[in-house]
């Protein structure tokens, strides 16, 4: 309970703040298209209100490529936030929705039109495994340290009835992530695909120092594993990690690790860094792989971030990737870290390059932008033109 009200209180901080920065969490008609159909879009209005949005993180192109698509097969798009709670700013009807992790009661209850097909769109892991297995991390980091931190990752529970009624189920992942959602008879399901970047130039694999390892993550730290890595690196000082993520924004964490952040020589706290820039390009070029030791993903956008620059990647067994390419851990243990890390950093330098040439050649075969493009306009087109598994949906 104190973990869900905490979690509110920062949703409705945010969202007053955005609020009252931005204007109301909705863009009308996005794409300012004639189309007598109309579709509502939860996701972000951010990339939709900035003239030349700066695309840093994958989903901000997603959302505009998902808008596209829908434009394409002939629907004028409303984009609205998809923690807005303001039912007054929506006007009309929708004939599709597409719902970015769902809630009851929905925001555009009573706004369907008959027929209206609706849509979830899943970007991690069923909330009842990741608000699991980040607490578990938690307390596994009290046992072992002493300290107690607050949880990041902790998102309300999907409802049942909501999920089993939709029309169709996208999701970002692999086989696992589906199997964490086996509590619910789900709609049809289309996996779809969490791009990297074609427009960045890869790095020379015979520059990559087998020695040198990146770890690259979003909010959550102990959630994404940074600390074990941490622990791990400040115990072989021979060894070298840098670290970009903003673990700055986490003050209890940044104090529990302050010593290994800021007083090993190992260890390169570069913080937050816009994985286009050139910056970013400078740090991740001497590594010889990233490590994601991730408790819970649907598919880990750093991982096709590295995959973009030709950098190998070992990743959790819960990052969402079944490539061979990607090297997938049993599991994240210390001594397993410590294992894989050792015998990555003993690897000959050639043997490394022909990685970072797959790691490449992967990023280009499966996961371009192109890809998703593809992936979203298939399953667009799949439910659109299918038969509503609900029946008629009305606006009343």
Request: aromatic share 8%; proline share 7%; hydrophobic share 40%.
């Amino acid at each position: 309970m104190e973990i869900a009200r905490a979690g509110e209180q920062a949703v409705s901080l945010g969202w007053r703040l955005r609020r009252r920065l931005l204007g109301p969490g909705i863009v009308r008609d996005a794409l300012r298209s004639a189309h007598p159909r109309r579709a509502l879009v939860l996701y972000t209005v951010w990339p939709f209100r900035v003239r030349k949005p700066t695309l840093t993180h994958q989903n901000l192109w997603q959302v505009i490529e998902l808008t596209r698509a829908l434009d394409e097969i002939g629907y004028a798009v409303d984009v609205v936030e998809y923690d807005e709670r303001n039912r007054d700013l929506l006007r009309g009807v929708y004939h599709l929705v597409i719902d970015l992790h769902p809630r009851d009661p929905t925001l555009y209850d009573g706004f369907l039109a008959p027929g209206a097909r609706t849509i979830a769109y899943i970007t991690g892991k069923n909330p009842a495994f990741s608000n699991a297995a980040e607490l578990e991390r938690l307390r596994d980091l009290e046992r072992r340290r002493g300290a107690r931190l607050r949880p990041r990752r902790q998102v309300p529970p999907f409802p049942k009835a909501k999920v089993e009624g939709f029309d169709g189920f996208f999701y970002f992942g692999d086989a696992s992530t589906l199997d964490t959602y086996r509590e619910f008879r789900l709609p049809p399901s289309f996996r779809l695909v969490n791009n990297g970047y074609d427009d960045v130039p890869p790095t020379d694999p015979a520059v990559r120092d087998p020695r040198r390892f990146l770890f690259l993550g979003g909010t959550g730290q102990v959630h994404k594993g940074l600390d074990l890595l941490l622990e791990l690196f400040s115990a072989t000082p021979e060894l070298e990690l840098t670290v970009c993520s903003p673990f700055r924004a986490e003050a209890d964490f940044a104090r529990a690790y302050a010593r290994e952040l800021h007083r090993m020589p190992n260890i390169r706290a570069a913080g937050f860094v816009d994985v286009r820039s050139g910056r970013f390009r400078e740090l991740q070029a001497p590594c010889g792989t990233l490590l994601s030791p991730s408790c819970s993903e649907g598919q880990g956008g750093n991982v096709t971030v590295a995959l973009s620059y030709g950098l190998p990647c070992v990743v959790g067994p819960n990052c969402g990737f079944d490539d061979p390419e990607i090297e997938v851990m049993p599991d994240c243990r210390g001594e397993t870290l410590e294992r894989l890390v050792g015998t990555r950093a003993a690897e000959d330098r050639a043997v490394l390059a022909a990685r970072a040439r797959a790691s490449l050649a992967l990023m280009q075969r499966r996961y371009r932008p192109q890809h998703y493009a593809e992936a979203i306009r298939s399953a667009l087109r799949a439910v659109a033109d299918g038969t509503p598994r609900t029946g008629a949906r009305t606006g009343a």
